[in-house]
């Protein structure tokens, strides 16, 4: 499979999508001049629009990387 093909099945989350795994995911913008490309979300956070392209700005998880607070001996 190409790479082009293979991204485009990636799953990708929208904006006010609550976010099922922590970790880094890729910022995809639209018409967008935004430097922003990669973003740290952590599981139960909802993903936000951006200040210029709005809603159409998608998400995709490039790394799964647990957050300190998901982690039992790290809670109270």
Request: glycine residues 6%; hydrophobic residues 35%; proline residues 5%.
């Amino acid at each position: 499979m190409n790479r082009a093909r293979k991204v485009l099945q990636q799953p990708q989350w929208k904006p006010g999508d609550a976010i099922q795994e922590s970790g880094v995911y890729e910022v995809v913008h639209n018409n967008c001049e935004s430097e922003v490309e990669q973003a740290i979300f952590i599981a139960g956070q909802k993903l936000p629009s951006c200040h210029t392209c709005g809603s159409r700005v998608r998400f995709r998880l490039r790394r799964a990387i647990p957050s300190i607070f998901e982690d039992r001996d790290f809670q109270k």
